[in-house]
């Protein structure tokens, strides 16, 4: 066989190769969670509990579709199967406004026994980090505070989600910057608007006129992750305080909780 013949081949052996795979991974069936898993989420999230028959049916495949893609790993600590779906229910609730949409810069999460720092180092005499998406050699990772992500479910009337504080950086950072503007999610015509809307919220933060979290007012990334914990977490008190900021988060997240 002449050389660009065995060329040939070798690339149609390899392009066949692909396309197996590729159906595959589309088409292999995701694992459905169980009775105990649903019982675990429907007494645990209440973003869980006010959905339909059919949205549950929903939100469950996207939870065993994130626990078949991603990794969840103690560190220092068991991780119960509790734990493993509220990070699962933290990266699905963004979400949901989007189906099929699925986390392709996250391998891992890391849940650590309590705060940390930048070092991520439990020890440290400083640390004070709940949540991490991780850079460097941590890359494709995430951090998470095993009692601050068990915290955030257990007390519904609060406005703080470390889980879904980091799952929005970690959307934001899906265009290669963390800069407040998820381009992934936002439509085009909205992302002026929603500047805009950032600059003057986080003015009034700094003049002490909101009770959105005063870390939202670090930056332009900070201010759209503590705000949608706040949509999220509790959004009837946050349609009341911001309609107009609950309209455009609606808008980006294609969803009104």
């Not at 390899?14 to 795979?21: G, R």
């Not at 590729?22 to 995701?30: A, L, S, T």
């Not at 959307?171 to 600059?199: F, N, S, V």
Request: charged share 25%.
């Amino acid at each position: 066989m002449s050389t660009p013949a065995l060329l040939f081949t070798l690339l149609l052996l390899a392009f066949l190769f692909w396309m197996a795979w590729y159906w595959f991974v589309r088409h292999r069936q995701i694992r459905p969670l169980s009775a105990e898993q649903r019982a675990l989420l429907e007494e645990k999230v209440r973003f869980y509990r006010q959905l339909s028959e059919k949205e549950k049916e929903r939100f469950e495949q996207s939870i065993a579709q994130f626990l078949e893609d991603v990794a969840i790993t103690g560190v220092e600590t068991e991780v119960t199967a509790a734990d493993r779906l509220l990070v699962a229910a933290s990266a699905v609730i963004p979400l949901f406004g989007f189906p099929g949409w699925r986390y392709r810069n996250l391998n891992e999460v890391l849940l650590y026994p309590d705060k940390f720092d930048e070092d991520y180092q439990v020890q440290a005499a400083r640390r004070n980090i709940i949540g991490m998406v991780g850079s460097g050699a941590m890359n494709r990772m995430m951090i998470l505070s095993q009692p601050a992500l068990r915290d955030s479910f257990a007390h519904p009337k609060q406005r703080q989600n470390v889980g879904i504080h980091e799952f929005i950086h970690l959307l934001d950072k899906a265009d290669g910057t963390t800069d407040g503007i998820p381009e992934m999610l936002i439509p085009h015509e909205y992302t002026a608007p929603w500047l805009r809307m950032m600059q003057h919220e986080i003015e009034e933060i700094k003049d002490r006129d909101s009770d959105i979290n005063p870390y939202g007012a670090t930056n332009e990334a900070e201010f759209l992750s503590v705000a949608a914990e706040y949509f999220f977490s509790q959004p009837e008190k946050f349609g009341h305080k911001h309609p107009e900021l609950y309209e455009m988060l609606s808008r980006i997240f294609r969803q009104a909780p």
